[in-house]
């Protein structure tokens, strides 16, 4: 066991999307009399995940930073929460509040101790910038940002995880795919990367999260600090 | 004055290629029995830079990464050094000596001073993991890892400044590009980024680096630490 690098998915990995996207919408959307079920508005946005990037993935239009896609996301689900009205303003705002996301009290902490003995990268389906704000917000140190925008395609294409071994001049079982879901791994997997399990039981809300792997994985922690003592002892 | 984002170049403006080039061919070289001028040979190799860039700038050759570049270069030199008959495990470890540079004494810190109050990131030709190596040696902190690798091409064509512009949200006129060198700040310059030069005199041997540079720019310094105390006091 162990790796030359480690790629780190973001958006529940790393970091709590759910709370964080209903913490931020609330503090643009209450002030203009808006009253949402704030978890609701983030789980109705984090759904319209998969299909707006399938639009990418399966060639129908051409790559687009995830900020973009989030954006087209938005679109989506502003009617059924009676936000049709907002300014393309807001509509921005709103965009970001997933450049402010809170990291897991674990992840600075468990990334540190990973990158004592690797390469430490986000492999996500985020763009630079997004990443950029998420590091400088929570003090991750990472060694370069690969993942979507690097690659110009989305997970779970091959690709990206092909070129981040590739960025690191590593053959995909030098590396290790870090990750709260038993997809992202069984695709990691299938690339030749070896795979590292992180629980995180309330992603999606409480108990509505990952606590073990669906798949077989080369290491599964509890969180990022346990993982890295799984690894390196 | 002052910039959202510091781009910068890293060879010759943040590392001292020619003295750690030939301090690692030294070491490689010299047990095997050769003995050369060693900055002689970092000098040749450095020469074949532009022409092994522009085979991909033009076209003729598909995008390759910086490592692969040099060792194309490397190949052009061996015969006028008598090094026509070493080994490929010989070269290999020839072209990884761009990956254990030092930087000039001030780098780290006036890096550092400049991002307290905005992104960095190298914009350069060297690779990604080139990037990664030289930020572990030297204590580095980038925000991202952007330039040749990320867009797919090399300086000074327009789109490796613009795309690290694009990669951190921002409209070129508020980035900043830093450079011990006229050719890339003017390049830079005509994409709309500001221009802060950074004087390196002997970088190509002494006092044939650039004291001062030869077109107009918004900002120079006498090294890292000054050009970023005269943006930021």
């Known amino acids: 066991m162990g790796a030359k690098a480690f790629f780190f998915d973001v958006f529940g990995t790393v970091v709590d999307w759910r709370e964080g996207v209903a913490r931020e919408a609330r503090t643009i959307l209450h002030p203009l009399g808006h009253d949402l079920i704030w978890t609701a508005f983030a789980d109705a946005w984090r759904a319209e995940y998969q299909p707006g990037m399938e639009e990418i993935r399966s060639g129908r239009l051409p790559f687009a930073k995830l900020d973009v896609v989030h954006a087209r996301m938005l679109e989506r689900i502003l009617p059924a929460f009676g936000l049709s009205d907002i300014s393309d303003d807001t509509k921005r705002a709103l965009v970001l509040a997933w450049h402010r996301l809170d990291a897991w009290p674990d992840s ?12 430490v990268a986000p492999v996500s389906n985020g763009n630079v910038s997004l990443m950029a704000a998420l590091a400088r917000r929570n003090n991750f140190h990472w060694d370069a940002i690969l993942g979507a925008e690097f690659s110009r395609d989305y997970k779970p294409k091959p690709d990206v995880y092909l070129s981040a071994c590739a960025a690191f001049d590593l053959s995909p079982a030098d590396c290790m795919m870090v990750a709260a879901h038993s997809d992202d791994l069984a695709a990691a997997a299938a690339c030749g990367l070896q795979t590292g399990f992180v629980a995180r039981p309330n992603e999606k809300g409480p108990g509505k999260g990952e606590s073990r792997p669906t798949v077989a994985v080369d290491v599964a922690g509890n969180d990022m600090v346990d993982l890295a003592q799984k690894i390196f002892g």
Chains 1, 2 share one sequence.
């Not at 600075?108 to 390469?119: C, E, T």
């Open 108 to 119: 600075s902490r468990g990334i540190a101790m990973l990158r004592k003995h690797a390469l």
